[in-house]
């Protein structure tokens, strides 16, 4: 059972447009909300993330946004850039008090290419 | 101020020996969790530390634990290795607090011949 689905293994965009990438989630403990990016053989690496008591959360190029009544959250990244080109993992982790923190549940991941 | 450190990079080890796999926490984080990925599964989460205590657990086999030292290094050991352990691992640190990021270490590549 995925609990965090990103249902498009792939997204391809040119230089200069926006990138949008989705994400899905089942469990609605979930309260807290990541998006990483991965080169192969590496660690994530953290970009933004959001509370459930906000919707919209900006760090530069990146914003991201919360549905929670759809349970549905997007990574917008704008303009996209060539070095952009990686895959990206959102994550959830559950309000169910202190044992539930530390425990991020990850999607699939979504490989983006950034064209120039 | 310094990353997450996992040691080593690299691993081969043969079915039936077991590993150990160490992580250094960024200073002043108390919270060590620790992720397999692997192409069918993706990242798996397998258990967090919090103060020396494991506080959750994933759905692995008892052939995998850890543990967390005072100073919140951890190490995460698999016993009894089979070929399906062969896999990138990850370690997180955090605060351990309610909504805090996780960063991420650079991961140990195990391989099980």
């Known amino acids: 059972d995925q609990q965090v689905k990103q249902n498009s293994p792939s997204l391809s965009v040119q230089e200069g447009r926006i990138s949008i990438l989705n994400c899905d989630y089942t469990?609605?403990?979930?309260?807290?909300f990541l998006w990483y990016k991965k080169y192969p053989a590496e660690g994530p690496t953290f970009l933004i993330s959001?509370?459930?008591?906000?919707d919209k959360n900006e760090d530069g190029r990146f914003t991201v946004f919360l549905n929670k009544s759809a349970k549905h959250l997007s990574l917008h990244i704008v303009p996209s850039q060539p070095g952009d080109s990686a895959v990206y993992f959102c994550?959830?982790?559950?309000?169910?008090?202190?044992?539930?923190?530390?425990?991020?549940?990850f999607g699939q991941g979504t490989i983006l290419t950034v064209h120039p | 101020k310094a990353g997450v450190t996992q040691t080593p990079r690299y691993l081969i080890k043969t079915r039936g020996q077991q590993v150990t796999l160490s992580c250094s926490p960024i200073?002043?984080?108390?919270?060590v969790s620790w992720y397999q990925q692997t192409p069918g599964q993706g990242l798996q989460f397998l258990f967090e530390?919090?103060?020396?205590?494991?506080?959750n657990k994933g759905n692995f086999p008892g052939r995998f634990s850890g543990r967390q030292f005072s100073n919140s290094r951890s190490e995460m050991n698999v016993s009894t290795l089979e070929l399906g352990d062969s896999a990138l691992y990850l370690c997180?640190?955090?605060?351990?607090?309610?909504?805090?990021?996780?960063?991420f270490g650079q991961g140990t590549r195990l391989t099980v011949v």
């Open positions: 997180a640190s955090s605060r351990g607090q309610q909504d805090t990021e996780a960063f």
């Open positions: 469990n609605s403990m979930f309260d807290y």
């Open positions: 959001i509370s459930s008591i906000k």
């Open positions: 994550a959830a982790s559950p309000d169910a008090g202190g044992t539930s923190y530390g425990k991020l549940t």
């Open positions: 200073s002043g984080h108390r919270s």
């Open positions: 530390y919090f103060s020396e205590t494991q506080r």
